[in-house]
């Protein structure tokens, strides 16, 4: 079914609530589309959590575990099925499934908890870091660097849905990169509601926006982006607290790790800007040549 429904780029609730498609299913029909033209994994990942949370009779979202099977068409509706595993005490855990057709594009793991009270002495950021109004935006950054300017026209350099700041912007231009662990804000440009965990599912989108750039091959982040083909494979969020505010900056302090035939694997802290850790996130990727 041709859904004729690209997103804007502006409301990211109308792109992260679903249609009811039955008991325990849902279905999307708005589209947000990647660099290699198919529907952006942080789409997948906040309407999955989104779609799990609505069978959780309320319970905050505590961990969510995603499988990438094959790449999702933008042209065509999505159906959400949900599978309860456990309704205990504290937790329930959900099972989802993405389809397209007759083709599983997804497979995930959602887990909710009873809401207790916030930790008295939280995680927090062990080290000061610029403040996100002392950093360039994306399109200063590409004014900067005007030779590797596509280097820096990622998915939200043109776009109005978020706001991205590197601490470091040299390093995403370096041939290699220089060092492995990366920092960047991030905030939403339109305000989201508070309603139920969609700042939570907000989280799960925006937590696919930006790649570290140490995982780039030799010739760097120009090539990668016009060679290669980058693959989400695996990616886990886990939530630290009941209150995300996605209207405000926070901050991924991002470490890498390459590995072998391409794979490479991130493990990042998401903190508030008064240092305080609200979630944490983990990404296998793949990067292999186009012409591979």
């Known amino acids: 079914m041709n859904s004729e429904r690209r997103w804007d780029q502006r409301d990211l609730t109308e ?16 589209y947000d589309t990647n660099a290699n033209g198919r529907v952006y994994g ?13 069978t959780a009779n309320g319970r905050s979202p505590s961990m969510l575990q995603m499988t990438f099977l094959q790449g999702a068409r933008p042209q065509d509706t999505i159906e959400f099925s ?24 997804l497979s995930a793991n959602a ?5 207790q009270s916030e930790p008295g002495d ?6 000061q870091m610029p403040a996100p109004e002392d950093l360039p935006t994306l399109a200063e950054l590409a004014a900067r660097y005007p030779l590797d300017s596509e280097a820096v026209q990622l998915r939200f350099s043109a776009r109005p ?35 139920g965990c969609l700042h939570h599912a ?16 030799g010739q760097g982040m120009l090539d990668l982006w016009q060679n290669h083909y980058v693959s989400n494979l ?5 939530f630290h607290s009941l209150e995300i505010d996605v209207n405000e900056w926070l901050l991924f302090v991002n470490d890498a790790v390459r590995s072998l035939s391409g794979r490479g694997l991130t493990m990042t802290h998401i903190y508030q800007r008064d240092g305080r850790l609200v979630a944490s996130m983990a990404q296998d990727l793949l990067i292999s040549p186009r012409d591979a």
């Open 15 to 30: 792109l992260l609530t679903l249609e009811p498609a039955g008991q325990h299913n849902w279905r999307s029909y708005a």
């Open 42 to 54: 942080g789409q997948l990942l906040g309407q999955a959590l989104w779609a799990a949370a609505q």
């Open 82 to 105: 949900v599978e309860a595993l456990q309704d205990g005490r504290r937790l329930s855990s959900r099972h989802v499934y993405g389809v397209q057709g007759t083709g599983l594009v």
């Open 111 to 115: 887990s909710f908890q009873v809401a």
């Open 122 to 127: 939280p995680h927090r950021l062990p080290q």
């Open 161 to 195: 849905v978020l706001d991205i700041r590197p601490i470091h912007p040299h390093d995403h231009f370096e041939r290699p990169a220089d060092r492995r662990d990366i920092a960047y804000w991030v905030r939403l440009n339109q305000p989201l509601a508070a309603e």
């Open 202 to 217: 907000a989280l799960a989108y925006l937590s696919d926006c930006w790649l570290n750039a140490s995982l780039a091959p």
């Open 234 to 238: 695996n990616h886990t969020l886990w």
